[in-house]
């Protein structure tokens, strides 16, 4: 599965690099997310309830952060097990650039492969779930950029 996008956020570089590397912030951001919390200088664990069409299942998982170049973006990458609902692996690189008129532009490139019951549902049922999810996450976290209400 790939899948990219583009959001404008409401705040400079650096406050927007800060908060994609708070694992507080992060954890806000996630639909679904029971905990997120730092493990190591670049890396998180993650616990994170998720529904995919009739089947739902909490994922467990480990993040890595890499190719860090700040204020300008990362890699990162994670994998995830939802037991017999299947599991999770995969990147993205995530780019930051100066949006014209202030705010900052984030982009990103996700590659990514499911397997288990997941992967029965189809690529289309799952592909939208993901681009569901990824909404989500970034609308929160332009609220909390904006000091708006999640």
């Known amino acids: 599965m790939q899948m990219n996008g583009e959001y404008e956020l409401p705040a400079d570089k650096e406050t927007v690099w800060q908060a994609l590397n708070d694992p507080d912030v ?3 951001c996630i639909p679904g997310c029971e905990s997120f919390e ?12 998720q529904k995919i069409g009739p089947v739902k299942a909490r994922f467990a998982g480990n993040v ?5 170049d700040p204020p ?4 990162i990458s994670g994998e995830g097990s939802g037991g ?3 599991f999770a692996k ?4 995530v780019h930051l650039r100066d949006a014209e008129g202030g705010g900052t532009v984030l982009s990103y490139d996700v590659d990514a492969q499911i397997g288990g ?6 690529q289309r049922l799952v ?10 996450f970034f609308e929160n976290f332009r609220k909390i950029l904006a000091n708006e209400d999640v």
């Open 117 to 122: 019951k997941i992967a029965q549902l189809g």
């Open 26 to 28: 992060l954890g806000e």
């Open 90 to 93: 995969g990147g993205a690189n």
């Open 38 to 49: 730092r493990d190591g200088e670049n890396g998180f664990k993650a616990v994170a309830v």
């Open 127 to 136: 592909n939208g779930a993901a681009k569901k999810v990824a909404d989500q």
């Open 64 to 68: 890595e952060l890499t190719d860090i």
């Open 84 to 86: 017999v609902a299947g």
């Open 72 to 75: 300008n973006g990362y890699r």
